[in-house]
């Protein structure tokens, strides 16, 4: 139902889908696919057409609708027939039951347009819209209750990688944290795919070894071949940044270097690329302080 939980519902209804290969009697609501919206502003408001027809061979009691705007896309059109419920990660949600019977071949449309106003942290964006028929009428064919619109904003985000310095003499070890920076002013995330937005590259300096790794971060050969049986003491590491980093968010890897041979200077490199393997990104518009180094420089070391 409409009324469960948003993520639940939402991340549910692709698998629900499959359920609706032959339609039963009853009810059919069926929303077309959604339409990609490109080109659009920060500050802009959309109009984004909500259209519901009955496919099927008896009457809906009623239309429960449920829409769910990703953090970009602000409600401007609120009706009184929807409650409005915030969610993590700055999405909305909106829960509504329309009382018209819609009779089978008839098309419900929302009393008003839905306007949806671009915020200014907007990238890429996303509307998803559920329907179900009200009473206890099960829907004959659930395969065609959902559409997702995709709404890409014309926005720019600076990534960011902090030059690090550190000290240490043999043996000792320290710490290092590797800090990525979005400037913004976009919000960037792969919310279909919930895949990481980017990949910190990090070159470990020469004359000290890795002992204490993050999580997210994997160990790789100099020329980036996986390590997979090796956790510490690797030459390389690429690290995942979750699949969301919003504007002005710092996403930190903490390492731990032990200096095995103390260099007057031994220079690392961390940099952050795009996690597909492009060579650049599209949104960033300083690209110059995508990479950064990482310098040792070692007690009592001679030069």
């Known amino acids: 139902m409409v009324g469960v939980a948003a993520a639940v519902l939402l991340a549910s209804v692709t698998a629900a889908g499959a359920e609706g290969a032959g339609a039963a009697p009853g009810p059919d609501l ?4 959604g339409t990609p919206v490109t080109g659009v502003q920060p500050g802009d408001v959309l109009r984004v057409p909500v259209k519901v027809t009955n496919k099927g061979d008896q009457p809906a009691a009623g239309v429960r609708v449920a829409i769910q705007a990703s953090s970009g896309l602000q409600f401007v059109t609120r009706y009184e027939a929807c409650t409005y419920t915030p969610l993590p990660r700055g999405y909305e949600y909106a ?4 009382p018209d019977v819609l009779a089978p071949g008839a098309t ?4 008003r347009p839905l306007r949806m106003a671009v915020a200014p942290d907007a990238y890429a ?8 028929p009200g009473g206890d009428a099960e829907d004959a064919d659930t395969g065609d209750n959902f559409a997702t619109v995709e709404v890409a904003a014309e ?3 600076d990534f960011r990688v902090r030059r690090a310095e550190l000290t240490g003499a043999a043996g000792q070890t320290i710490p290092l944290d590797l800090v990525m920076r979005n400037r913004g002013p976009a919000t960037i995330a792969n919310l279909g795919s919930g895949e990481p937005v980017a990949l910190i590259d990090f070159r470990v300096p020469p004359g000290t070894s890795a002992t204490a790794v993050p999580k997210r971060c994997a160990a790789m050969t100099r020329d980036g071949r996986p390590l997979p049986d090796q956790r ?3 030459p390389r590491y690429w690290c995942r940044t979750p699949a969301r980093v919003p504007a002005g968010a710092r996403v930190v890897f903490p390492f731990e270097l032990t200096v095995e041979r103390s260099l007057p200077e031994a220079v690392g490199r961390v940099r952050v690329r795009p996690a597909d393997g492009s060579v650049a990104f599209p949104f960033d518009p300083v690209p110059g ?6 310098v040792v420089r070692g ?5």
């Not at 964006?125 to 179900?132: F, K, N, S």
């Open 30 to 33: 069926a929303v077309p696919e």
């Open 95 to 98: 829960d509504c039951f329309f």
């Open 108 to 111: 419900f449309r929302l009393p």
């Open 125 to 132: 964006e996303r509307i998803d819209t559920h329907v179900e």
């Open 155 to 157: 926005n720019t985000a």
């Open 232 to 234: 510490t003491g690797a």
């Open 289 to 294: 302080n995508d990479a950064a180094k990482v």
């Open 299 to 303: 007690v009592g070391a001679v030069a």
